[in-house]
């Protein structure tokens, strides 16, 4: 009974993040095209005070790239907690172990990684333009998700046996 209760709460906390890191993404982008558009003032207070006004004088180029890393982060984020979602309405808890699960949890370790590559990514062209006096750090999630993408690769061929043996044990009935 508990865990069909935990379950559900995490059912829910996943749409709210999901919904959140929607929201997030889509602020993000808005105000982006509006600093590139209509006011470069909008840059000082991207979102959640990232300002990146001095990037936006040094090149608007290189302003527009950086914004871009960081919003697709966050949009790669919202897939992989669409992912997530979509394990919570797909698995039974009665025979748990379904080749679709198994895909999606596959599916949310390489988003994971990708998530690790594109940070990765992002973090040398930070360094780079931080060598130009054009931007402050910004602390990229380049370990976690890596490490993150490794166990979830893990726990999918745990998973992925786990069909095997299930397979194998209707056959037998």
């Not at 889509?26 to 006004?53: E, K, R």
């Not at 790239?65 to 907690?81: E, G, R």
């Amino acid at each position: 009974m508990k865990t069909k209760q935990i379950l559900k709460t995490m059912k829910v906390l996943s749409w709210i993040i999901f919904i959140g890191l929607c929201i997030k993404s889509g602020a993000m982008l808005i105000v982006f095209l509006v600093s590139l558009v209509v006011n470069n003032v909008v840059s000082t207070d991207l979102y959640q005070g990232l300002d990146f006004i001095e990037l936006f004088n040094f090149s608007k180029s290189h302003y527009s790239v950086f914004v871009i890393l960081i919003i697709l982060i966050s949009m790669i984020k919202a897939y992989l907690f669409y992912l997530v979602v979509r394990i919570f309405l797909k698995i039974n808890l009665n025979k748990p172990f379904s080749l679709n699960v198994a895909n999606l949890i596959s599916k949310i370790s390489h988003v994971a990684f990708s998530i690790g590559v594109v940070a990765f990514v992002a973090n040398i062209y930070n360094t780079w333009l931080i060598s130009k006096d054009a931007v402050t750090r910004l602390h990229w999630p380049i370990q976690e998700y890596l490490f993150m993408a490794g166990i979830i690769f893990i726990i999918a061929f745990v998973f992925k046996c786990g069909i095997e043996i299930q397979s194998e044990n209707d056959l037998t009935i």
